[in-house]
Structure formats: C-alpha cells, structure tokens
C-alpha cells in the first residue's frame, strides 16, 4: 500500500528551529532587550520608523558573500569575471554597491540595461541574456556597445546581424546553448532542459557557431549556458560544464576561436538549512571542466549574492481558529513576496521579538490579507501564540522578493531599507495610494 500523506495539522517534525537558522545566518542575531537584529540594526527599530510590510536588505551581507564567490574563484585560478543577475534585485542601490566590488551586470530587458547603466556599469560590463530579446532592446545594447550578447537562436543571431550591419556595429556574442540536463530545481525556473525555451540544442551549436563567424556585424567569442535556478547539487552543474567543455574543444579543432565561456548562474541557498553547495565547490567544478581550455569565465550570480542579505518586516494584523487550523494573518501579502504561492517556495518565519523567538510552539498558517486562498506564506508552521501587532521577518528575501512585487488588491508597493553595519537608510519610499492611479485616463465616453 502506497503510504498516506501526515494528517493536514500534524506537528511538522523537520522544520529548523529559530536557533538553528540563526546559527546558519551568522548575519542574523537575537538580543534579548532590541530582539532580531540584522548586521548590527535592530529590526523593530527599522519598523518602528518605517512601518510594515517593509524590505530590509544588509549591504555588508551582500559584499561579504561577493567577496567569498570571487576569492573562491581566484583560489581555485580561474581567470573569472562576476556579472550580477539584475532580475534577482534589481534596486540601483543594490547594483551600484555590487559595482563598487567589481562586478559587472547580467541583464534581460532593455529597462535591466537602462539600470546598469544609470547604476554606474560600464556598458563593456554588461551582458545581455533572454530568450525574446526584441529589435528595440537588440538596438540599444548595439548602441550602447555592451561587452556581450547572448544569443539564444539561429532566428535571433539572423535579426541581430542585420541590426548590426545596418547600425555600422559589431556584436559581439556567445551562443547560449541548452545541454539538456536537468537541474533537478523547481519546473519553473529550469532552463537547460531540451524541452525548455531556452538556448540552442547543443548538437546544433557547432554547425551555428560557424555560420555565426561568417554573418556580417557578428563577432562571435565563446558560449553561454544557465541550466535554472536553485540548484542545491554540483552534479547538475558538472555535466553541464562538461559539455560545453566538449563543444569548445570540437570548435577549436574546427577551426574556430573560442575565448570566453559564460557559465551562467543558479547557485542555491538553504532557505530551510538544507545542505547547499557553496562558492568552493562551484568553482571546484568549473576548474575541473575548463582548467586546460584557456577560456575567460563569465559567471550570473543573483540569489546566492542577495537572497540571504534581505527580509521582508511584517506585523500580524489579527489571528484566528477555524475548523482546527490557526492562522496567523499578515500585513505583508502575496502582492509582495510571491515566491510561495508561485512556486511553493518555503521561508522561514522568525519573530522579531526575543521573547517571542523562544515561547511554546505550535502549528499555525501565515497568510496574507490578500482575496485569495494562494496568498499563504506557509503552512502548518510551528510559531508562538503571536498577538496583534506582533512583528516577524520572512527571512532570505533579497532576491525575487520586491522584484517580483504587485499593486494587486490597489495594495501600495512596500518599502525598502538599505542597512550597512550599525546604520541604515530608505533607498525607496512607501508607495502613496494616490501613485497608485497616477498616469491613469478615464476617456470622455466614460466619464
């Protein structure tokens, strides 16, 4: 007989407890008299001035895990540039602190190339992923001159040649190619799949590559792989690298020159403290698929840089019991923080009170205000009998958090706060109501 699911509000057994994903966020510590505490700022502090639901991102956090990824990269002797995934955080105050490390930007629209450049990236820095690049975003990075292209189609390389020769331009461009290897990560954000829309089929990259050093206003480089997002194994990463690896040889015996390899981002957290590969064991297996290739490496880190860094601050609106479930309702809702009802994606929810943090526990679903059932940050969760106006942060928030974040329900778009060490500042306001329907006509036949 095939076994049968825990009964729906059966005690959840392997979920961390706030000890253990404080000891795992060494970012994150409990004071018994100021409670959470992010880098050295009191969290209610920063509720209290800014209200709720609001973002709270640690800069010194977001430096020390760049730091960690590229030192792990010159240890391991990779000659290895870091690009930002913008889509991960895209606040210019987020991008301009990754530039003043060093890092150039990884973009997928022309709104993303806009930032970089107004955040202060160099346009050669820049590099332009996605599968639906249009003529218009095609025409800005040509007369931006950014430093790479990832063209992800033999449709795409067509209307690119011919942007460029008309503009008097080079491209200069990698071949995204698809590996076809499953990232084992959440259907949704894998990329490197045969099925998935990404890339070209890697047994047609050698053939396309070819037909790309002939096409007038084509420059072409090196090649380009992401194979998804939250991937919690090298495994995946290894057979992809290996490969692009094999391709770059098979070219270079035919003839064609190969300088850079772009190998994409993906690297997960352990937002439940699930073990996690980290900065070491990435570039271990990047070393063991190009250390004899010659090859300039090109890496995509969002999440693992920003995710850890940030928190959602919010306060319980009110609870409640119904048919034998408790529920603890939220201000913040799925308008801000989707990644749970888009892709069941679990955070952890901690209290920002000390007092709180370590009082008897019991299971509780956290929900959001919002008018539907999917608005629901998790389920049969362990928490203390929170009362009203009692304040927690939903943790390893940086990335796909405010980024994804709606209007829906007329609901205004939350702050965000920037905290570096002891001090901390608004890097947006709250959104007024009245923004809310600003730019808005209602035509004469309406009215």
Same mark, same amino acid.
């Given at each position: 007989?095939?076994?049968?699911? !825990?009964?729906?509000?059966?005690?959840?057994? %392997?979920?961390?407890?706030?000890?253990?994903?404080?000891?795992?966020?060494?970012?994150?510590?409990?004071?018994?008299?100021?409670?959470?505490?992010?880098?050295?700022?009191?969290?209610?502090?920063?509720?209290?001035?800014?209200?709720?639901?609001?973002?709270?991102?640690?800069?010194?956090?977001?430096?020390?895990?760049?730091?960690?990824?590229? #030192?792990?990269?010159?240890?391991?002797?990779?000659?290895?540039?870091?690009?930002?995934?913008?889509?991960?955080?895209?606040?210019?105050?987020?991008?301009?602190?990754?530039?003043?490390?060093?890092?150039?930007?990884?973009?997928?629209?022309?709104?993303?190339?806009?930032?970089?450049?107004?955040?202060?990236?160099?346009?050669?820095?820049?590099?332009?992923?996605?599968?639906?690049?249009?003529?218009?975003? &095609?025409?800005?990075?040509?007369?931006? %001159?950014?430093? #790479?292209?990832?063209?992800?189609?033999?449709?795409?390389?067509?209307?690119?040649?011919?942007?460029?020769?008309?503009?008097?331009?080079?491209?200069?461009?990698?071949?995204?190619?698809?590996?076809?290897?499953?990232?084992?990560?959440?259907?949704?954000?894998?990329?490197?799949?045969?099925?998935?829309?990404?890339?070209?089929?890697?047994?047609?990259?050698?053939?396309?590559?070819?037909?790309?050093?002939?096409?007038?206003?084509?420059?072409?480089?090196?090649?380009?792989?992401?194979?998804?997002?939250?991937?919690?194994?090298?495994?995946?990463?290894?057979?992809?690298?290996?490969?692009?690896?094999?391709?770059?040889?098979?070219?270079?015996?035919?003839?064609?020159?190969?300088?850079?390899?772009?190998?994409?981002?993906?690297?997960?957290?352990?937002?439940?403290?699930?073990?996690?590969?980290?900065?070491?064991?990435?570039?271990?297996?990047?070393?063991?698929?190009?250390?004899?290739?010659?090859?300039?490496?090109?890496?995509?880190?969002?999440?693992?840089?920003?995710?850890?860094?940030?928190?959602?601050?919010?306060?319980?609106?009110?609870?409640? #019991?119904?048919?034998?479930?408790?529920?603890?309702?939220?201000? /913040?809702?799925?308008?801000?923080?989707?990644?749970?009802?888009?892709?069941?994606?679990?955070?952890?929810?901690?209290?920002?009170?000390?007092?709180?943090?370590? /009082?008897?526990?019991?299971?509780?679903?956290?929900?959001? !205000?919002?008018?539907?059932?999917?608005?629901?940050?998790?389920?049969?969760?362990?928490?203390?009998? &929170?009362?009203?106006?009692?304040?927690?942060?939903?943790?390893?928030?940086?990335?796909?958090?405010?980024?994804?974040?709606?209007?829906?329900?007329?609901? !205004? &778009?939350?702050?965000?706060?920037?905290?570096?060490?002891?001090?901390?500042?608004?890097?947006?306001?709250?959104?007024?109501?009245?923004?809310?329907? #600003?730019?808005?006509?209602? !035509?004469?036949?309406?009215?």
């Amino acid at each position: 007989m095939a076994p049968t699911s !825990p009964p729906r509000h059966a005690p959840p057994t %392997d979920d961390p407890t706030v000890a253990e994903l404080l000891a795992a966020r060494p970012h994150l510590t409990m004071h018994a008299m100021d409670g959470l505490v992010l880098e050295s700022v009191p969290l209610n502090r920063i509720a209290d001035a800014a209200g709720t639901p609001t973002w709270v991102y640690g800069a010194g956090t977001m430096r020390a895990r760049y730091r960690s990824l590229a #030192q792990a990269l010159a240890t391991a002797g990779l000659n290895a540039e870091l690009h930002y995934a913008m889509k991960a955080n895209d606040h210019l105050a987020v991008i301009r602190l990754f530039a003043a490390e060093g890092a150039g930007a990884d973009v997928v629209s022309e709104g993303e190339l806009r930032r970089a450049r107004a955040a202060g990236i160099p346009p050669a820095h820049i590099v332009f992923s996605g599968v639906g690049k249009s003529e218009r975003d &095609l025409r800005l990075a040509l007369a931006e %001159d950014i430093g #790479q292209i990832n063209v992800e189609s033999a449709e795409e390389l067509d209307m690119l040649s011919a942007l460029a020769a008309g503009m008097g331009r080079i491209a200069r461009i990698a071949l995204r190619v698809n590996p076809d290897v499953d990232a084992a990560t959440h259907a949704k954000i894998a990329t490197g799949r045969a099925g998935d829309k990404f890339g070209i089929p890697w047994a047609d990259a050698a053939a396309l590559y070819a037909r790309a050093a002939a096409l007038p206003g084509i420059a072409p480089t090196g090649l380009a792989t992401h194979i998804g997002s939250q991937i919690l194994s090298l495994a995946p990463f290894r057979a992809a690298y290996a490969r692009i690896a094999a391709l770059v040889a098979g070219l270079r015996v035919a003839g064609q020159s190969v300088e850079t390899v772009d190998c994409g981002g993906g690297l997960g957290i352990p937002y439940r403290n699930e073990p996690a590969p980290g900065p070491n064991g990435l570039a271990g297996a990047l070393r063991a698929a190009f250390h004899n290739l010659d090859v300039r490496l090109k890496l995509e880190p969002g999440r693992w840089l920003v995710a850890p860094a940030g928190v959602l601050l919010s306060t319980v609106v009110l609870t409640r #019991q119904t048919a034998g479930t408790r529920f603890v309702v939220l201000d /913040a809702a799925m308008n801000d923080l989707i990644r749970p009802a888009m892709y069941d994606a679990w955070h952890a929810v901690v209290p920002l009170s000390a007092a709180d943090a370590v /009082a008897p526990v019991t299971p509780a679903d956290i929900v959001g !205000p919002v008018c539907e059932s999917g608005d629901t940050f998790a389920r049969n969760r362990l928490l203390p009998l &929170l009362a009203r106006n009692a304040r927690v942060a939903i943790l390893d928030a940086g990335a796909y958090g405010s980024v994804m974040s709606s209007t829906y329900n007329a609901r !205004p &778009l939350a702050a965000e706060i920037m905290v570096d060490g002891a001090r901390w500042a608004v890097i947006r306001d709250r959104q007024t109501h009245a923004a809310l329907w #600003q730019g808005e006509r209602v !035509p004469d036949f309406v009215a």
